[in-house]
């Protein structure tokens, strides 16, 4: 995936595997995207062998040895299915757990019961900001794609209506809000104060959410009016089920990677420490990993016991879980192996090279540079880091607002137009069963919209803060 931790940008940050000038690299890109959309739209060809050949044509097109370019390829892969791989696997079995026990039917059926109508995209944009705010996207979007789907199929909504807005709320809570690592590197690389850009980050998240998610989903709805597709979504409970968990236990499950998260998130501000046994602690439990592992183990008991399941049936319930999802791993994969391949061609470098000559305003120029960086590497947090540590010294004589607007713009460009080099595009699609223009007028617009009215909320503030 390429909203991927901190700690794994090491692997995008190696020398460049050719030497080609910028021309060539231009031409490399364009190429390479054109090759896998040709691919998949044209031939139907499946997308994970679609991104694995526009990989190796991008690395042609740009003079790199074959052997360097499949190198890179098979990194970018590795990387990706570690980073996100697990956290699949564990969402998945989670949400297995969840549909088979009837949890999810009570959840359901409760949210149902209690939004309806035209406050259904808004009380969904709600969860998914709010669970977003401690959780990676990917997390975010394991936990909350069951739901979206299911509330989508059984209260006869539009998909775009309910997940656009779920959606948005993660993509917004991810671009522009700490403790996402984004933007506490941006705001490490300026030397702006967390607690302003925190602030600051919810204010103009608010408009952004609202305009990007409800308010566009009724256009998406009207775009793109596809059903939840029935291979992703957890069949209702069995009628045979005498019993099923509380809505109550239902949501402490769900909610527990959140709140572990969310726990070490706080430690790390207030203790600040990492030599303390409390941050230790709170880095280990609160890790996706952990979180979301400690989830399935509690779900066992929480759902499965409940629901009167034996042990054999939870361990059939695990399987079944995990069937569903190999393609949409090696998908998502293939996706962070073209990404890589961009980065290690030297397209990130070439964008910040031909940038330094831009004379335009400091939030303008370092939204533009991290949206240059965005289109051509697929990398929201690659394009925070690279345009973060290019405007710094812009930072030396702003206020201590400014200088927190100047993080919220390189985020907000950090979010535009995901497309086919973004293994975020790619799982947004397999989820929800849309093909690839369907995704491009959903899901790429969508980013795009969050992108513009964030970078456009951020000069404004500028003017009058």
Do not use: C
């Not at 997390?139 to 948005?168: D, E, F, H, Q, T």
């Not at 201590?400 to 973004?422: E, K, M, P, Q």
């Amino acid at each position: 995936m390429t909203r991927l931790s901190v700690e794994m940008l090491a692997a995008d940050t190696v020398e460049p595997i050719t030497s080609a000038g910028h021309a060539q690299l231009g031409v490399a890109v364009l190429a390479g995207i054109a090759v896998i959309v040709l691919l998949i739209t044209k031939f139907k060809l499946h997308a994970f062998l679609a991104l694995t050949v526009g990989s190796l044509a991008l690395g042609a097109f740009a003079g790199a040895p074959l052997d360097k370019a499949i190198a890179s390829f098979t990194t970018g892969l590795g990387s990706t299915v570690a980073g996100v791989g697990v956290l699949i696997a564990l969402g998945a079995i989670l949400g297995k757990l969840l549909a088979d026990s009837g949890g999810a039917d009570q959840i359901v059926d409760t949210i149902l019961a209690k939004a309806g109508g035209r406050s259904m995209p808004w009380a969904m944009v709600l969860i998914a900001s709010v669970i977003g705010l401690p959780l990676f996207f990917e997390v975010g979007v394991v936990l909350l794609i069951p739901v979206v789907l299911m509330v989508a199929k059984r209260g006869n909504y539009s998909l775009m209506r309910i997940g656009i807005p779920a959606l948005a709320g993660l993509s917004v809570m991810h671009g522009l809000v700490p403790p996402h690592p984004g933007p506490l590197v941006a705001i490490d690389a300026v030397q702006a104060n967390l607690g302003v850009t925190l602030a600051l980050g919810v204010l103009v998240a608010i408009p952004t959410v609202i305009i990007a998610g409800p308010l566009f989903s009724k256009v998406a709805a009207r775009w793109v009016d596809v059903p939840a597709p029935d291979r992703m979504i957890p069949q209702r409970a069995s009628e045979e089920l005498e019993r099923r968990p509380g809505f109550g236990a239902t949501l402490a499950t769900i909610l527990l990677p959140v709140v572990l998260m969310l726990s070490k998130a706080l430690v790390d501000i207030v203790v600040d420490d990492p030599d303390k046994t409390v941050q230790r602690v709170f880095d280990v439990i609160g890790s996706p990993l952990i979180a979301l592992l400690a989830a399935v183990l509690l779900g066992f008991f929480t759902l499965g016991r409940p629901a009167g399941f034996t042990k054999e049936r939870l361990s059939g319930t695990v399987e079944k879980g995990l069937a569903p999802i190999a393609g949409i791993l090696l998908i998502v994969g293939a996706g962070g192996g073209f990404k890589q391949t961009l980065i290690d061609s030297g397209v990130g470098q070439m964008v910040l090279e031909i940038s330094e000559d831009w004379s335009i305003p400091a939030l303008l120029l370092a939204w533009l540079i991290a949206v240059a960086i965005r289109l051509a590497t697929g990398s929201a947090t690659v394009a925070t880091v690279s345009a973060a540590g290019l405007v710094a010294p812009l930072a030396a004589d702003m206020s201590t607002t400014h200088t927190a607007l100047l993080v919220l713009a390189i985020g907000a460009g950090s979010l535009f137009f995901s497309h086919v080099n973004d293994a975020g595009f790619w799982l947004v699609k397999e989820y929800f069963g849309l093909k690839v223009g369907q995704t491009i007028k959903t899901w790429s617009l969508m980013e795009t919209i969050i992108s513009v009215v964030a970078g456009g909320v951020v000069l404004l503030l500028s003017l009058v803060i």
